[in-house]
């Protein structure tokens, strides 16, 4: 794979793109930590690439870049980021990012925002958020620490960067090929599965051999002054039982202007889970179909919402919801639960008013 040196890191990346490749625009995909590009190339990249040239790269101290002793505050990666940028000649493009992936491509888009067309995050803390919305509660939390204080992990869903805490604690059980709690499996994905051992030495190595620990879980740089000026379309996804759902709120205040979707049902790594829902939002938001759509129901507030759809996967299933709010499922498929609603849908409009 190619690499590129910027900013003083060796970056590995890869680009991908259908034969009419002038005719397309640019979308970057950032992941966020413990993880790296695969994170977005086997369910996204190829499908993607077919309507844009498609970017992917490693984080510094993450895949197949360079692991160096420093140099991983959020800002600096942005550099990075910018720096790779230039490297491949790319002036303008959409950005789909992860998690701290959100974080790396917001704090570039403060200093260089005319860079960013759109912006898609996924699930994505950002601590000036966090400390505003201080007086809300993780309400998947509470089920969360049941089951670190039964498996005896002295962790506290309640701290910040719990979610840094968790992925440590869970890369040391891997290696020591000590069983994960099922329940914490969707918490942890990457360390789990076919490459996790691989990625827990790694995730390790950045934790105990470099400054990474200590720059990664100090401040973002990101205030809610700094990101009330960003004025690009932004479709922020999140996760009905991730703890960044407390993000999520609270920038529903700071972007009146962007569109705001609830994953039912889902963890914090629901793009790798359930990439159907995520590319569907995806290919609306970017195809302007959502500001087609009034931004408020009637009868409702004119503050900014979450909104989902009545179509959802859940565990592998789809389910529908109807306007009572009454679950259907499960089906097989997308196909069956649509041919299922539309069905429901006709036959209440059938029914004579009374």
């Known amino acids: 794979m190619p690499s590129a040196h910027v900013n003083g890191v060796r970056l590995n990346y890869v680009q991908m793109a259908s034969p009419d490749e002038a005719a397309q625009e640019d979308l970057v995909m950032v992941h966020g930590l413990a993880t790296n590009m695969a994170f977005w190339y086997f369910q996204y990249a190829a499908l993607l690439s077919k309507r844009y040239r498609v970017t992917l790269y490693d984080l510094r101290g993450h895949g197949r870049s360079e692991m160096p002793a420093g140099g991983y505050t959020p800002y600096n990666l942005a550099r990075d ?54 007086e809300h509660a993780w309400g998947h939390g509470a089920q969360i620490q049941k089951i670190l204080d039964a498996s005896g992990m002295a962790l506290d869903t309640r701290d910040p960067y719990f979610g840094y805490r968790l992925l440590t604690e869970v890369a040391h059980l891997q290696l020591r090929n000590q069983k994960v709690p099922p329940a914490l499996e969707q918490l942890v994905s990457p360390l789990i599965g076919k490459h996790g051992n691989r990625t827990a030495s790694q995730w390790l190595a950045l ?19 700094a990101l009330q000026k960003l004025r690009f379309p932004i479709l922020a996804m999140y996760g009905d039982n991730s703890q960044a759902r407390l993000t999520g709120k609270e920038l529903l205040r700071v972007w009146p202007h962007a569109e705001f979707r609830r994953v039912r049902d889902a963890g914090h790594f629901f793009p790798t889970s359930r990439p159907a829902e995520v590319l569907q939002a995806c290919e609306m938001f970017w195809g302007g179909e959502f500001t087609k759509r009034p931004k408020h129901r009637s009868g409702e507030n004119q503050e900014s919402h979450f909104r989902s759809d009545r179509i959802y996967q859940s565990e592998g299933a789809w389910y529908c919801l109807t306007r009572e709010k009454t679950k259907i499922g499960p089906f097989a498929g997308q196909t069956e639960v649509r041919e299922y609603l539309q069905s429901y849908i006709s036959a209440m409009a059938a029914v004579p008013a009374e």
């Open 207 to 225: 934790m105990d051999d470099t400054a990474a620990g200590k720059e990664l879980m100090g401040d973002d740089g990101l205030s809610l002054a």
């Open 81 to 134: 980021l910018q720096g790779l940028l230039d490297h491949l000649g790319i002036r303008r493009a959409h950005f789909l990012t992860h998690s701290f992936g959100g974080v790396v491509t917001l704090n570039m888009s403060t200093f260089d925002p005319d860079r960013v067309a759109s912006l898609v995050l996924a699930d994505t803390h950002v601590s000036a958020a966090r400390h505003a919305g201080s």
